[in-house]
């Protein structure tokens, strides 16, 4: 089976812009989990869909949101963009009555 | 809350054991455990459910103590390829979503 994919690999924007991140989950995994991670604040858990429903949500402002689709790909937003958004943006895929949580490659945000 | 992770960091010589600890202070459903090389995507390594058995890949193996809500990685006879940095993450019961909450990492440097 094929892994998770998260495109695009790298993303440069500027304060104020707005990104779209997307996630797309190994076959049959209906659950993407989004995590945040820097050298601060390490791997922090953003938001987690199931069957197009949100289902969980961690401490992030509201410019944070995210959506799935019906083919379990999933979109990350980022509204409003700050200097402290610049990190690496990860997805996991979890298959449903399962628990592991397999990461995507990741996206690298950098804002200037 | 974030759980602990112990030692920060650990330096070893090749064919030498170390253990990571990682300890919660919440009741834990579940620990996992991944390993993450610089620039790259978590990659898991093993789950452990509460009321489960120790689990064990290749030579690296894990326990989990659930009445201390504890958890250690041993990792025996170390190759150079064990380099990176360890995290836990730990998710409480909550029904069918899983939010993992990372510790900090464990960085773990094998020389020849």
């Known amino acids: 089976k094929a892994g998770v994919t998260q495109t695009p690999r790298y993303l440069i924007k500027t304060r104020g812009q707005q990104v779209t991140l997307s996630c797309s989950p190994i076959s049959g995994h209906r659950s993407v989990s989004w995590y945040q991670q820097t050298p601060g604040q390490g791997l922090q858990f953003l938001f987690e869909?199931?069957?197009?429903?949100?289902?969980n949500k961690g401490n992030f402002p509201g410019r944070f949101s995210g959506r799935q689709f019906s083919n379990s790909r999933s979109e990350m937003n980022v509204s409003t963009l700050e200097l402290g958004d610049s990190a690496l943006y990860l997805c996991a895929s979890r298959g449903t009555g399962l628990e592991t949580q397999y990461f995507g490659p990741g996206t690298r945000l950098l804002v200037l | 809350q974030q759980p602990v992770q112990s030692p920060q960091a650990v330096i070893l010589r090749e064919g030498e054991d170390a253990v990571i600890n990682c300890s919660s202070s919440k009741a834990l459903y579940s620990v996992h455990w991944y390993r993450q090389k610089h620039g790259e995507a978590p990659v898991f390594l093993m789950i452990l459910l509460k009321g489960g058995e120790q689990k064990g890949h290749e030579k690296i193996s894990a326990s989990f103590n659930e009445k201390k809500q504890q958890s250690s990685l041993y990792l025996t006879a170390s190759q150079l390829s064990y380099s990176g940095t360890y995290f836990c993450g730990t998710a409480a019961p909550s029904g069918s979503a899983r939010q993992l909450t990372f510790g900090s990492g464990t960085q773990l440097t094998v020389l020849p």
């Open positions: 869909y199931f069957s197009e429903t949100q289902r």
